[in-house]
């Protein structure tokens, strides 16, 4: 760890350690979770370090799928114009950023159909990488802190639900508790309290069973349908459906934490020097859209999608490279599979090109 980086992570944990004693010494992982991730200049998308890249040799962390190849925002494009002209307007939304890259493919891409880009990002150090990237597309450009009242346009979100904090379920010697987090000598330990709260799904057997639950991600889907005047919103992520989320031989949960381009389980270390992640429960994000009043378009991997965007059609030409790249988008045993895209809509259902074939909407 670097000087800069065991500083940042000494005053998070400070930080962390005092919000622990105000709250008489338990502190509920989904908050510790958000200042782990998201405390102002200190969690780890809020610091400088950086998070998106291919190769860990580049000091990143992870890579998305604008990285890996532009026709991942090429073909998402497709899907976007035919929900702009669906709706009738001419904004974009975009959740987490990220480096822009999703940003300049879109932009890029849709031309002037798109009036506005309007992107929400918490972290200040990414929002001036953006506007370094995306000073080419002008004052078409723009950041918002937080939703309007209103707002009219498509809304697209990559990696960003499977961010958001989640709280923390243990199932032992067949009582439930809430998993939180105490301050301890060497640095935080994991603390289990009884609780009220349940998995949507009862978990069949007595066996010892951790999962996650998703509050935030539900209320910031009740959010946009609150606020979505007019469009569509487009989802992409890791998870499952909920019968899959919790199967009774997941008994340890999708909660992970990435650094370096490796995976490992402990987000209780070297805080804010790691993303701390969760699978998305896609039928908890879809029940509360309908009930919030958006329909469901559809719901299918990221194969399907892209294949049904035309990214194929797109990749005529392609180099060796590009091809490769293009393979870890769409492959099974990549992130054609563990990713799936959720489209929303307001006003009545029509017939989005992403979900055209292979659409497993009744699967959620």
Known sequence: M???????????????????????????FDRFMALALYAPGLGYYA?????????????????TAPELSPLFGRALARQVAQALEVSGTREVWEFGAGSGALASQLLEALGNRVERYTIVDLSGSLRARQRERLAPFGARVQWAGELPGQLRGVIVGNEVLDAMPVKLLQRRAGTWHERGVESADAGFRFADRPTTLRPPLE????????TEIHPQAQAFVRTLADRLAAGAAFLVDYGFPEAEYWHPQRAMGTLMCHRGHQADPDPLQDVGQKDITAHVDFTGIAVAAQESGLNVLGYTSQAHFLFNCGVLELADGATLPERAALQKLVNEHEMGELFKVIGLATGGYWDALGFRQGDRTDRL
Do not use: C, Q
Not at 9 to 22: D, G, H, P, Q, W
Not at 54 to 60: F, I, K, L, Q, V
């Open 203 to 210: 978990i069949p057997g007595g066996h010892d069973y951790l």
């Open 2 to 28: 670097t000087t800069e980086a065991g500083s940042v992570t000494s005053a998070l944990a400070a930080l962390i350690r005092s919000a622990i004693a105000r709250d008489g010494g338990w502190l509920p």
């Open 47 to 63: 610091n400088a370090s950086r998070k998106f890249g291919a190769m860990p040799a580049s000091g990143s962390d992870f890579v």
